[in-house]
């Protein structure tokens, strides 16, 4: 339903930046929210910040005041930009829409294949 294509990771050292950008599009959908989430090994995945069609954005605690999620309406794209990274920020980061099918009217929950983040202390 929803295709993705995730880029910007890779391996920055402490206090550096990285901008992750999702560009999500589907056929017969529409995409509510885009989100970023991150899974560290032998952690649980996480929402880190999250933003809606309107522009309304969400922030976990550990992202705010560090993380920005912006949305490009015209190129169906939301980008991550994360500052002052730490070693902690080191994880798999997953692009994920929530929408409704237009056909069903049913909700839907679509995953992007993740990109590395490593962090060096």
């Known amino acids: 339903q929803v295709q993705f294509v995730e880029s910007g990771g890779g391996l920055v050292q402490t206090g550096g930046s990285l901008r992750l950008s999702c560009a999500a599009s589907g056929s017969a959908v529409n995409i509510n929210t885009i989100a970023w989430y991150r899974q560290a090994p032998g952690k649980q995945r996480e929402l880190v910040a999250e933003?809606?069609?309107?522009?309304?954005?969400m922030y976990a605690g550990h992202a705010k005041g560090r993380f920005t999620i912006s949305r490009d309406n015209a190129k169906n794209t939301v980008y991550l930009q994360m500052n002052s990274l730490k070693p902690d920020d080191t994880a798999v980061y997953y692009c994920?829409?929530?929408?409704?099918?237009?056909?069903?009217?049913?909700?839907?929950?679509?995953w992007g294949q993740g990109t590395q983040v490593t962090v060096s202390s």
């Open positions: 933003i809606s069609m309107g522009g309304s954005t």
């Open positions: 994920n829409a929530k929408g409704v099918v237009l056909s069903t009217a049913r909700t839907f929950e679509s």
